[in-house]
Every structure is written in structure tokens, then in C-alpha cells.
């Protein structure tokens, strides 16, 4: 089975930049050759061409955060509803985080979720399991069973790992391993509040999460990461103080790794005015100066990845109380177009959103994106200039739980190609 | 002027006109409690239901006093004998409630913003009667009857209120109407009491008591929780007595008819000493007394008393 895509302008940071036609056979890509206008030799044994004219061709995009709910938790999202809503926003590969019913702690699960994904026979699961038995914080889970099951990633996302000592040691044994640790850094006893600590909180009554709880514990990470001589991956960063220190430690060269989400280089702590519960996460939207922070530190390179952070969840937990709200937003089908809005901006180029949306991730979980002959062809095919408005109850997710219901967007994922196959195709 | 607002969810969404308008009416109906029969039929027929979800006594007694004198039917619910307790959402037991058509739904709650969330979601007019942290429009607008029933005119006033002005709706609620009636406010309290960005509000802050008061035509005492000593927001009650405590002698530094106000419940001998709660410049039960005239201008208005009035 053989599958073209011409015209397109194939950009594959720091390997191609230029207008190319792409052949794919059985999956992987067999020529990448500059535009010629004769096909028909290989058209004679085409089943498909794509013409990609006036768009970009990169490396199939990875989110290494997100939440697919299931097993446990299906009525916010399943496997299945998690994998559609990635395809749809050009994703070709996704790391599910641990804190699912029961917590993905063992073999069992983690094999359940891949062969689940499989039969989907679309975008690729990677999971990432727990750092701690039932993410509880008291013993390591068994890093060696859960990567030879699947895992390509370690953490406790949702609760922080509170005990250094802890961390210290998942950080050591991971390494022997090869398996990743992504850490979610929040001091609990600083971060009981439902919002950012500031004007904000202090004008609707809500108990305020300053900056310090999350880059305390990112100040404590890097400390661990340069004493194990080890690296770490920093999820959600969404404070100035977290990405100041971030910078020092990468001129340090100590290994430390970094991402935020769309919300956080997106959003300000404005969105919680009427107590909005779509704009309710942890950690929470930050201010100005902060969204600022997290431009320069896209720019510079301290923030390596955009992760979506896609936390599904239903009326149930969102149609109540603000305080009582469950934390989290999906955005899987918004964080390209989100990205593509900062290139617009000029904040980063599309050489570093392309970096930071699939070949960092992949970097970091030991997953291999490129476009070269001889490799799979996990592609995704933007068109810069599609203009669409986010609707979020026409979404693939099973949740709507989504700040950016019904604006419009320019620029999104055309064509999600999984292992030669169109996955997504955008009507 | 005619009323047309639906809910009471804040001060912040009231204009001075209406602040004005509703103050008026207040005054108005404050001789109806001074009766030896205490009931105007204004309200008859009318259904006023009070939904607290948080243990209240001064304000839902002043609520059910100020319908029952208007004659509207005053239901109670509280979060203890509700169906809250039986798992249902707050937005289900709302609706509810909603489809027994009440003309006025009273509501109280721990979590701030949640009037906003029902006003939102039904149709009934809806009355804060205190949200979380968030806001208490009916007390700041009863302490703002209390201190112009005194002093005449809000505008050019020094107001001072100090205290645990960060756990305190009362204390938002008063630095929005006293600054949009043009008087002057200024905050005192532990570091640890004082919100991130509250001057934004349009209020002073000094950490000096005793500076907070000085010259001061009003000032307004929080109560102190005891809880919050847990919270490490202070060392003991002792302690907060010394440096934050109203006494005689502190007293001495405002002006000399400064009126000595506070929300309640009172801890006597923290916050306040027992000589200046019973002082003869403290309007403490006053604030109780118009509370009630208050409330039954805020049903009165948005039950459509006034509408119906002129239908007659």
C-alpha cells in the first residue's frame, strides 16, 4: 500500500526545510525527493495522494501529557475518545499519565492500555506510569516490569512526590532503568487554594496558590537531578519564578527538561472572573508577568516541551461549586492551533513549535520522530492558513470541558498520519 | 426610580444610584419594626425561600424577620436538612427549588461565587446573603445605612477596618460601597490578614493599627477565628489583642464620635474590648436593627414589590 504526499513543504527542524514529495509504502517513508512534476511511475501503484500544497509536513506530533481517564473514569474519556480527539489535533502519539481507577502502577495496566490503543489501530499510547506504588508516596513502583510492559515515563502527575528522599532515589533507579521521570511540582501545604494567588483571587473571594508552591519544588528537582547527576522533566510549568529557575540549571548543565501547556503561554488568572470553572487547573492560570516569562523561556529554549495537559472531566465535576471544581481542562484539539497563534505572534518560530510539539517530546520518552527514507511515517500535515472556530460540543473528546469554546483559530492539523495511515483528515 | 436589577449578587455591580435608592427605601421601612404591629401586607403572597448552605443565624433570622414583616411566606432550608446531604448538586436542588416558583431566593454559601453559578442557571431573583470569601452586599449595605444615619453623608469619610480582611466577605463588600460612595478606607491587620492586591480595591493599608485609626470617623472591627491561629496566620489570641485589639486607649487616637462598628459575632476581649463594644459611640446593634429594615428594602424591590404597588 502506497501512499503520496506532494507539494508539501516538508520541515523537519535542524534535518529538511524544503518543498518535497513524500512516498510511503507499507508505513514507512521509501523516497523524499524535491518536487518533480512527473508522478505517474509512482502514481501507477498509488493508492492515495495527498496534495499538500501551501502545507507544512513535520514530524508526527507527541503530547507527553495528557489524561485518558480509562480504566476507572470512562464516562470523562476512554482510550478510544482520548485517541480521536489526539488525531484531530494533529497528534500521532500521546503519553497518558498514571493517576487513573486503579492507579497504573503494574504491568496489568499498562498492557491494558496499550493493547487497547492498538486496537484502535491510530495514534500511539505511551504510558507513563507511577513513580510511587498507587502514587501514594511510600515505595517506588517497579520501573524495571513497567518498562519491559510499555512505559516510557515515570511520574505521579496529579499529586507531588512530597518525600525528597523519594525522588531522590526514583531519580537514581529510573536512570538505571532508561526510564524517564516527569515530575509535577507543587509544595501541597503552600498550594490549598482554587486560583492563582493575586488581584484576582483577592477581588472574587478565592483562596490564592502562589508561585512559590510550584518552583519550590522545581528548585528542589533540579537540586536532586544535579545531586543524582540524573536527568528530570519538569511538567506544566506556569510560573516566572519556575522558568528563571530552569534557565540556571540548563547553564549549569544540569539535566533538567521542561513543559508548559497552550493554557499556561495562552492564558492569564482573567479567565476565572465569574468564577469560570473551565478555567480552573493545577497549577493554576498564572498572571501577566508570568504568561510573559513563559514566551521568553518558549523562546530561549528553558522550555523544551508544549504538552496539552488534556484533563477530561464532565459536568459532574465542572457544573459546581468553583472551590469544588475538579482541576484540569481538555486540549488535545486546541494546543496546535494554540501554537500556531504564537508563531503568528512571533513569540517562536514554527521550526521551534515543531521542536517542542514533537522532536523534543520524542527525545525525552525515547520515541523517534523524523522524517527520513527508511523510517515509519508518523506525520502530521499542517495548513497554516485554515481558519476554523473551536466548537467544542462538535469535539471527539467524550469531556467539553474547554476556556476556549468558540474561538477561532488560524492554522491546524489537515492530515494525521499514524505508520503510513490517515488517521485524521480534516473535512 | 424603578427597579429593574434581578439579583443582589455584590456590591461591585450596584451603582451609586442605586446604592442611594436602596439605602431610601431602607430608612423608609425602618419605622414598620418600630410598630406595635409589626406587618405591612406589601409582600402578601409572595414566597421568599432562604437557602443556606452555611450556618448563619444573625442574617437568616434577619432575612425570615424582614419577609415575615412584609408578609411574604418565608421558607428556611440549611445544608443540614436540604438533599445536599443526600448527594444531589447544588444546580439540581436549585432547579428544585426553582420549580416551585418562589419569588425570591435567599442564599448563603461557604464557597465564594456560587449565587453567580445559580443566577446563571434559574430564573429567581436571587440575594446573596454572603458567599464564601467573596462578597456580602446586604451587610455593607446595612453598615453603609448605619454609618449614614449617623454621619449624614458617606462622601469624605475616613473608614477604618481592620482585622482578617483576607478571609473577610464583610470586608470587601464595605471597600466597594464606601469607596463608590466617595468616603475614604483604610485597612489594618497582621501582614498575614491583608489579601495580595487589595489596594486595587481602592483602599490604604498600613500594618499600624494604631495609624489606621487616626483621624478615623468610622472604625469597623473583624471578628477573628479562632481556627485561623492553626492556620499560622497568628500566634495567639493574647498577642492579637495587644497589637490589633480596639481598646479605650487605642480608641483616643480616632476622632472622638467615631463610630465603633462590627458585623458579629463579637469575641470580646480580642478584637474588641468590652468597654468600647458597649461605648456609647459603638452602632453595633444598630447595625442588627437596620439589618432587617435593609433586607426588607432588598425584598421589597426585587420581589417586585414596587412594580406591584404601582399596578394597584
Known amino acids: 500500500m502506497r501512499l503520496i504526499i506532494k507539494n508539501g513543504h516538508v520541515l523537519d527542524p535542524g534535518n529538511i526545510d524544503q518543498v518535497a514529495d513524500i512516498t510511503i509504502d507499507d508505513g514507512i517513508i521509501s523516497s523524499l525527493e524535491p518536487v518533480t512534476s512527473d508522478l505517474s511511475e509512482k502514481k501507477s501503484k498509488a493508492v492515495r495522494i495527498i496534495d499538500a500544497s501551501e502545507c507544512y509536513v513535520v514530524p508526527g506530533l507527541i ?21 480521536q480527539a489526539a488525531a484531530a489535533g494533529g497528534f500521532t502519539a500521546v503519553c497518558c499519565m498514571p493517576n487513573t481507577c486503579p492507579v497504573n502502577d503494574n504491568r496489568q495496566i499498562t498492557e491494558y492500555i ?14 507513563v506510569a507511577s513513580v510511587s506504588r498507587g502514587s501514594k508516596g511510600d515505595e517506588l513502583s517497579d520501573y524495571g516490569e513497567l518498562k519491559d510492559a510499555g512505559a516510557v515515563g515515570v511520574s505521579d502527575d496529579g499529586l507531588p512526590v512530597i518525600s525528597s528522599q523519594l525522588m531522590r532515589r526514583a531519580l537514581e533507579y529510573a536512570n538505571g ?6 515530575s509535577h511540582c507543587e509544595d501541597p501545604s503552600l498550594s490549598e487554594g482554587a486560583m492563582n494567588e493575586g488581584l484576582m483571587a483577592t477581588r472574587l473571594g478565592l483562596a490564592g496558590i502562589p508561585n512559590a508552591a510550584e518552583s519550590i519544588m522545581v528548585m528542589r528537582d533540579i537540586a536532586l537531578s ?11 510549568v506556569s510560573t516566572k519564578e519556575s522558568v528563571h529557575a530552569l534557565r540556571d540549571a540548563k547553564s549549569r548543565n544540569i539535566a533538567v527538561t521542561a513543559e508548559t501547556a497552550p493554557h499556561y503561554f495562552t492564558l492569564t488568572e482573567d479567565a476565572v472572573c465569574e468564577y469560570d ?26 522550555i523544551d516541551v508544549i504538552a496539552t495537559d488534556h484533563a477530561p472531566h464532565s459536568i459532574l465535576e465542572k457544573e459546581v461549586e468553583f472551590d469544588r471544581a475538579a482541576n484540569g481542562i481538555i486540549g488535545l484539539e486546541t494546543a496546535l492551533s494554540l501554537g500556531l497563534k504564537l508563531v503568528e505572534e512571533k513569540v517562536i518560530t514554527l521550526e521551534s513549535l515543531i521542536g517542542k510539539m514533537a522532536k523534543n517530546p520524542s527525545r525525552i520518552i525515547g520515541v523517534p520522530r523524523g522524517i527520513a527514507v527508511g523510517e515509519p511515517a508518523h506525520l502530521t500535515i499542517i495548513d497554516p492558513e485554515k481558519a476554523f472556530t473551536y466548537d467544542v460540543e462538535k469535539g471527539f473528546s467524550k469531556s467539553r470541558n474547554s476556556p476556549f469554546n468558540g474561538w477561532e483559530f488560524k492554522g491546524r492539523a489537515v492530515y494525521t498520519i499514524v505508520d503510513g495511515r490517515v488517521v485524521f483528515e480534516s473535512k | 426610580m424603578t427597579w429593574n436589577r434581578k439579583d443582589i449578587l455584590d456590591i461591585e455591580s450596584l451603582r451609586v444610584d442605586e446604592i442611594t435608592s436602596i439605602l431610601d427605601t431602607a430608612d423608609g421601612l425602618k ?18 425561600v432562604l437557602f443556606f448552605y452555611e450556618p448563619s443565624t444573625r442574617t437568616r433570622v434577619s432575612f425570615d424577620i424582614a419577609a415575615k414583616r412584609l408578609s411574604a411566606d418565608a421558607i428556611s432550608i440549611s445544608a443540614a436538612t436540604s438533599s445536599l446531604v443526600k448527594g444531589e448538586t447544588l444546580v439540581d436542588t436549585a432547579r428544585n427549588l426553582e420549580s416551585m416558583n418562589p419569588d425570591v431566593i435567599v442564599m448563603r454559601h461557604s464557597c465564594a461565587g456560587t449565587p453567580y453559578l445559580l443566577s446563571r442557571k434559574i430564573a429567581t431573583p436571587i440575594i446573596n446573603a454572603g458567599d464564601g470569601m467573596h462578597a456580602h452586599p446586604t451587610q455593607a449595605l446595612l453598615d453603609m445605612m448605619t454609618v449614614r444615619e449617623h454621619k449624614k453623608d458617606l462622601a469624605g469619610l475616613q473608614i477604618a477596618i481592620v482585622g482578617d480582611i483576607a478571609h473577610s466577605r464583610v470586608a470587601r463588600s464595605n471597600i466597594i460601597g464606601f469607596t463608590r460612595m466617595g468616603a ?10 491583608i489579601p ?23 472604625i469597623m472591627m473583624l471578628r477573628i477565628q479562632k481556627e485561623r491561629q492553626q492556620r499560622f496566620l497568628f500566634p495567639s489570641e493574647r498577642e492579637y489583642a495587644n497589637r490589633y485589639g480596639l481598646s479605650m486607649k487605642r480608641l483616643e487616637k480616632a476622632k472622638p464620635d467615631a463610630l465603633i462598628m462590627h458585623p458579629g459575632p463579637l469575641n470580646r476581649g480580642v478584637e474588641i474590648t468590652p468597654e468600647v463594644a458597649d461605648h456609647i459611640n459603638s452602632v453595633i446593634l444598630c447595625q442588627v436593627t437596620n439589618g432587617v429594615a435593609l433586607r426588607m428594602a432588598l425584598l421589597y424591590l426585587v420581589a417586585g414589590g414596587m412594580r406591584n404597588a404601582a399596578d394597584h
Open chain 2, 196 to 218: 495580595k492586591g487589595v489596594e486595587a480595591l481602592g483602599a490604604d493599608v498600613t500594618y499600624d493599627f494604631d495609624e489606621a485609626i487616626s483621624g478615623a470617623d468610622v
Open chain 1, 114 to 127: 496499550i493493547e487497547t490503543a492498538k486496537k484502535c489501530g491510530s495514534v500511539k499510547v505511551y504510558p
Open chain 2, 184 to 193: 475614604c478606607v483604610r485597612l489594618s491587620g497582621p501582614p498575614t490578614m
Open chain 1, 63 to 83: 503530547d507527553m501529557h495528557v489524561h485518558l481517564r480509562d480504566p476507572g473514569q470512562e464516562y470523562k474519556e476512554s482510550i478510544e475518545t482520548g485517541i
Open chain 1, 177 to 182: 532503568v532508561g526510564i524517564s521521570v516527569i
Open chain 1, 226 to 236: 544535579e545531586l543524582t547527576g540524573t536527568p528530570v522533566h519538569i511538567a506544566h
Open chain 1, 277 to 302: 470553572t473551565h478555567a480552573k487547573m493545577n497549577p493554576p492560570l498564572r498572571s501577566n508577568e508570568d504568561r510573559a516569562a513563559i514566551h521568553k523561556g518558549l523562546a530561549d529554549g528553558t
Open chain 2, 31 to 48: 419605622e414598620i419594626s418600630q410598630r406595635s404591629i409589626k406587618k405591612v401586607p406589601t409582600l402578601r403572597g409572595k414566597t421568599v
